[in-house]
């Protein structure tokens, strides 16, 4: 098949872009750089010439509030018309476990609002939402430090690495459309501010976590159950000593 991956030079879409080549089909990694542009629109017809799936794995450069919503709708528009006007058969996107019980922020208020967009495209489609990865540990602890400690809420988590959501990913989307939301995580259910700190200690870190079940993940107060999949959920095997053993685990 030819498949179009839209993001296809970042974390995720460039471990996806490599298994789909590995299985034999034809991937182009779409992004700006390559010439591709979501929100202008630049390049996306000739991209989508001839593709039977799109998958989009792109992320907002901005997660303020006006600017995330404008690029998930702007692109997300932009794109779905591209699919429809090449007869996509299969439009997969990439999202997160607990996006419509996080309201409050208005990055998940973009991505539900992504979300709609495609649900209502007439597209055949599949959302796949994944649990936090593991390799965001340290940027979630840097934007939650005060001084010298880390002030995290203690709901639950179920948080992944990416090289099980590029597999699962890629399998979705060589799979059939499911017209409907699956679920991925990893193996392992723990409290945020614990995870957090056991990754700062793993990394010799000095920060110190202080739980705080008023803290804003994204500008959301969460509850035990916000971040963590529902029953019926692909859970993925690398859990978190696995992951920090991996030679390219961010430190």
């Not at 996509?88 to 990439?94: C, D, F, G, T, Y």
């Not at 979630?140 to 002030?151: D, E, L, P, Y």
């Amino acid at each position: 098949m030819k498949i179009v991956v839209i993001g296809g030079s970042g974390l995720i879409g460039s471990k996806v872009v490599d298994r789909l080549r590995a299985g034999g089909h034809d991937v182009l990694a779409a992004s700006p750089a390559s010439g591709v542009n979501t929100l202008t629109g630049e390049g996306l017809d000739q991209a989508l010439e001839g593709a039977q799936v799109v998958l989009d794995v792109a992320n907002s450069p901005s997660f303020e509030d006006k600017a995330v919503l404008e690029f998930f709708q702007t692109s997300g528009r932009n794109l779905l018309a591209a699919g429809r006007k090449a007869g996509v058969r299969h439009h997969l996107a990439l999202s997160v476990v607990g996006t419509d019980r996080l309201t409050e922020s208005g990055y998940f208020r973009a991505k539900i609002a992504q979300e709609a967009l495609i649900r209502e495209s007439g597209l055949p489609y599949t959302i796949v939402h994944s649990t936090q990865f593991f390799e965001f540990l340290g940027a979630i602890a840097q934007s939650a430090t005060q001084g010298g400690s880390v002030h995290l809420s203690p709901a639950f988590v179920q948080p992944i690495a990416s090289d099980d959501v590029a597999a699962a990913v890629a399998e979705y989307t060589v799979g059939a459309p499911l017209n409907g939301v699956v679920e991925i995580a990893g193996p392992e259910r723990a409290r945020l501010s614990d995870l957090v700190q056991r990754f700062l200690a793993a990394s010799k870190d000095p920060r110190t976590v202080v739980p705080d079940v008023h803290a804003r993940y994204f500008g959301a107060e969460l509850k035990d159950e916000t971040l963590v999949p529902g029953p019926g959920a692909r859970t993925c095997s690398i859990g978190f000593d696995a992951w920090f053993a991996m030679p390219k685990a961010p430190r």
